[in-house]
């Protein structure tokens, strides 16, 4: 990273932090920041039925936002929360394009990014389409490995799309 690229940034980034529990973002509202996870877990959720359906999970070392209404600038279905005290670096929208078009290494960086994203939400829709409860939930364990033991067991079970009852079987046969 080139010291104006750190320069700029840190004009432009402010640290954050979040309880647990607390509301990061909410669907009813144009999601406007990106975060950057310093220490802690932040879930990506919608409703459906009034019910918490978890679609992923981001900790230390990754970006989180509600990907379409951060990049179309409309609402969007996704929630973010904190599942534990979470310490996060902010961008605004306007200030992550500022970088993107005066930083081909942000924007490379970005693409990159992007692509490893991508490639995980493949993996995901292959696992939930056509695999068993037991390989989802060990596809979710070698996905999250250095997290999955923080995360409660229903917030896997939603995004496994499995009950608790058949999560709590597949884990008493591992």
Same mark, same amino acid.
């Given at each position: ?19 647990? %529990?607390?509301? &990061? @973002? ?23 039925? %009034? ?41 605004? &929208? ?7 078009? *005066? ?16 490639? *995980?939400?493949?993996?995901?829709? $292959?696992?939930?389409?056509? $695999? ?6 060990? *596809?979710?364990?070698?996905?999250? @490995?250095? &997290?999955? *033991? ?15 009852? $058949?999560?709590?079987? &597949?884990?008493?046969?591992?």
């Amino acid at each position: 990273m080139s010291e104006s690229l750190k320069e700029d940034i840190s004009k432009r980034i402010r640290f954050e932090q979040f309880k647990k %529990g607390e509301l &990061v @973002h909410n669907a009813d509202l144009i999601c406007t920041k990106s975060y950057f996870i310093q220490d802690g877990i932040l879930r990506t959720y919608f409703l459906k039925d %009034g019910k918490e359906i978890s679609e992923y999970f981001c900790s230390e070392g990754e970006w989180i936002n509600s990907p379409r209404s951060f990049m179309q600038r409309k609402k969007d279905i996704y929630y973010i929360d904190a599942i534990e005290n979470t310490d996060v670096y902010c961008l605004d &929208v306007n200030d992550l394009l500022f970088l993107f078009d *005066h930083y081909p290494e942000m924007e490379r960086y970005s693409r990159l990014s992007m692509g490893t994203l991508f490639g *995980h939400l493949i993996e995901r829709i $292959t696992s939930l389409r056509f $695999t068993t409860a037991r390989e989802k939930y060990e *596809h979710f364990c070698q996905t999250y @490995h250095d &997290v999955n *033991h923080r995360i409660p067991l229903g917030m896997i079970a939603s995004y496994l799309g499995i009950s608790q009852e $058949t999560l709590s079987r &597949v884990r008493a046969k591992r």
